[in-house]
């Protein structure tokens, strides 16, 4: 797919054009393909959003679609705590998932092909395209864990020990690293220590604001570095903090879940179907200062009470299993066989192992 990277710079939604086009070629070698081969199924995959769903819904054979993302508005409230170019972009990010989903009749066309199935990325999404489309979706998160990652026991924190903090990502405003900055400034007679991993466009500002609010000494930034060495030092760690604006589910949660870190992260996103009381705490996206006072809130009472802490810890690991591969081609080979009017009763036993972790415990 060949693009103008100067231009998706300047304004990264001109990618849609070319990855339209894109999918205009696919689609016409996808009806090449189906005259030789004859597919049985047709799934659509994209980068789990929702504005391009390409053209092979066109192709009169059983059509999957998913999962499914990006669907949610970010919260108006926070939009200004994203400085000014993340103010605009996600203000226009937000008029143009309301403009596209109450009139864009070829996303309804594709979402109600017949016969279809559609997957949702979160329950959000799901609720979103029922109202939207008028159609039921499954739940399969787009992201994964592998067993290798998992460990056998908890780490437990010594009293004359810091509390290590982690988070990760990459550093733009929708990540919002500064309102967990904010929120660590808050807190008073507590040792601790916030590991940084990551880089991007908003790192020396939020440097910058680490300093501001006295906290140089306390913030490790560690930049990209090796896979393996993010995991160790996320292995470490005592909590783990996601304070996203805007994802879907994000790699890093899980990844976390599977290290035996218990998660504070905001409530929407996907982060609220994975996360739940036996693993994390989840914070009301109410305004900004709330969600501040809400993280302090909740680092302190797990510093000082370090039982709860590693309960938190053995539930995540219990937690990450619900998100394994393994589960998620269960789930889609119920989708095929649903649609291929294959009786899923006679499916091998293992079909049945794997149940949906989606329904969110507040």
Not at 18 to 25: A, H, I, L, V
Request: hydrophobic letters at 40%.
């Amino acid at each position: 797919m060949v693009q103008n990277k100067w231009l998706v710079i300047v304004w990264p939604p001109s990618y849609y054009w070319y990855y339209k086009s894109w999918q205009k070629k696919a689609f016409a070698l996808a009806k090449k393909l189906d005259e030789i081969e004859n597919f049985d199924i047709i799934h659509q995959l994209t980068q789990t959003g929702f504005r391009e769903p390409g053209y092979l819904w066109k192709i009169k054979k059983p059509f999957v679609w998913g999962p499914i993302g990006g669907m949610e508005i970010s919260p108006w409230r926070f939009l200004p705590t994203m400085g000014l170019y993340g103010f605009l972009f996600f203000l226009g990010r937000n008029l143009t998932n309301i403009f596209q989903l109450n009139f864009s009749y070829s996303l309804w066309k594709a979402a109600n092909a017949n016969p279809s199935h559609l997957i949702a990325s979160t329950l959000d999404s799901k609720l979103l395209i029922k109202k939207y489309w008028h159609r039921e979706s499954t739940i399969i998160s787009e992201v994964g864990i592998t067993n290798y990652m998992g460990k056998k026991k908890v780490t437990c924190r010594k009293k004359i020990e810091k509390l290590k903090i982690i988070w990760s990502g990459e550093h733009v405003p929708r990540k919002s690293l500064n309102l967990l900055l904010n929120s660590l400034a808050l807190l008073k007679d507590i040792d601790f220590e916030l590991h940084v991993l990551g880089n991007g466009p908003q790192n020396k500002k939020w440097k910058m604001l680490a300093k501001k609010l006295k906290l140089e000494n306390q913030v490790k930034w560690h930049g990209w570095i090796k896979r393996d060495d993010s995991l160790k030092i996320m292995s470490s760690g005592h909590i783990f903090c996601h304070t996203s604006l805007r994802d879907d589910t994000a790699t890093v949660t899980l990844e976390a879940l599977s290290l035996g870190i218990p998660i504070i992260c905001l409530d929407h996103c996907g982060f609220a179907d994975v996360i739940d009381q036996s693993c994390g705490i989840k914070v009301p996206v109410v305004d900004p200062s709330q969600v501040i006072t809400e993280i302090a809130s909740s680092i302190q009472h797990l510093y000082y009470h370090e039982e709860l802490r590693q309960r938190l810890a053995a539930g995540a690991l219990i937690r990450a299993e619900n998100f394994s591969w393994e589960g998620k081609m269960i789930q889609l080979n119920k989708i095929y066989n649903s649609l291929l009017d294959i009786n899923c009763d006679q499916l091998p036993s293992d079909n049945t192992i794997y149940t949906s972790p989606f329904t969110r415990n507040k």
